[in-house]
């Protein structure tokens, strides 16, 4: 079943009156690999972030971070999928959906399932799911200073 996700997106009219501006299943899917699926659902630029403005951030061409802002999006991993250790420059927000999967850092293998949350601070990471199902996260990505750790940095990879 490919990845299907409702955005609903508020506004403004002239009046100022609040409006639904978008309401849609997402047709804006990408991938990085085999197997995972994404959606960018809203992307911002700039602390405090603007709400002015009638274009669609959703369909911000962006890759893993955005400087200075911030990404919404929603990622399916189906079984099986490809393996892809990887760090950014960003502190993420992370809820499963639905489905499990484990999380791979250096040495340790955390299992999550539907309703658990992660907060994942610029770590080497790899996502990977053993189960039959696929596997839904809703995930914010903000914009963050590379990890410092032991005296070094550790720039985003992979």
């Not at 991938?31 to 659902?41: D, E, V, Y």
């Not at 061409?61 to 400087?67: A, E, H, R, W």
């Not at 490809?82 to 955390?110: C, F, K, Q």
């Amino acid at each position: 079943m490919a990845l299907q996700v409702r955005r609903v997106i508020t506004g403004h009219d002239a009046n100022g009156r609040a409006i639904v501006k978008i309401d849609e299943v997402s047709k804006n899917l990408s991938s990085g690999r085999p197997g995972a699926t994404a959606c960018n659902i809203w992307t911002t630029e700039g602390f405090p972030a603007n709400n002015d403005g009638a274009a669609d951030e959703g369909q911000r061409k962006v890759s893993t971070t955005l400087p200075n802002g911030t990404i919404f999006r929603v990622i399916e991993f189906a079984p099986g999928l490809a393996p892809r250790n990887h760090r950014t420059d960003s502190i993420d927000y992370i809820v499963v959906i639905s489905g499990e999967i484990d999380m791979e850092l250096d040495g340790w293998v955390v299992h999550l399932k539907a309703g658990d949350v992660m907060v994942q601070r610029g770590t080497i990471h790899n996502w990977v799911n053993r189960g039959t199902a696929p596997c839904v996260l809703a995930v914010v990505l903000v914009d963050a200073k590379p990890v410092e750790a032991g005296g070094k940095v550790l720039n985003a990879v992979g």
